[in-house]
């Protein structure tokens, strides 16, 4: 399993960036991490609901039926 990536790894990149890149990289960054703070925060107010996701082992099986039919035409 490969290592995760720390800022230290990003860093010497980063630092290859020409300026403008830099800047837009940081801006980048930070509007992921408002966004991620408001996920949470929606979250928090509306939890997922235990019947909101699926249960079935079999779902995308569903999406399979009817193409056995479609390499078959050649």
């Known amino acids: 399993m ?11 990149l980063v630092a290859k960036l020409p ?11 930070l509007r992921a991490a408002r966004d991620a703070k408001r996920d949470a925060a929606a979250y928090q107010r509306m939890p997922v609901r ?3 996701f699926s249960q079935d082992e079999e779902g995308a099986s569903w999406e399979s039926e009817g193409w056995e039919a479609v390499g078959a035409t050649r």
């Open 19 to 29: 300026r403008d890149e830099q800047v837009r990289l940081a801006q980048l960054a």
């Open 2 to 12: 490969a290592q995760p990536l720390t800022a230290d790894d990003l860093l010497p």
């Open 50 to 52: 235990p019947d909101e």
